[in-house]
């Protein structure tokens, strides 16, 4: 499984920097929508990564479809994650410390 990522270019930078490659530029919310889609229909994918003021601009029933998902499952980062390192984000998300 790999892990895609979903923003503007700052956003992803740091992750390409990491070695991810399924990042996915979107400056505006038509674009963030469209690459939303096409992260759900590529079965490769185990986490999505996703702002969360990006999050809150998707339209409700696809924002309801992320937040049900298991696969994907769907991280947001931003502001309102009071602090969390990414680690402790995705062993909340998924259950388990992935990086034992």
């Known amino acids: 499984m790999e892990i895609a990522v979903i923003g503007n270019s700052e956003f992803i930078l740091g992750f390409r920097l990491a070695g991810v490659t399924k990042t996915y530029a979107a400056e505006s919310d038509e674009k963030v929508v469209e690459q939303v889609h096409r992260v759900l229909d590529d079965g490769t994918v185990g986490i999505l990564v996703l702002n969360s003021g990006d999050m809150a601009k998707i339209p409700p029933r696809l ?10 499952t769907v991280i947001t980062l931003g502001e309102q994650e ?6 402790e984000r995705i062993k909340r998300s998924v259950g388990v410390d992935l990086w034992k």
């Open 82 to 87: 009071g602090g969390l390192s990414m680690r």
């Open 63 to 72: 924002r309801t479809t992320l937040e049900n998902s298991v696969h994907p």
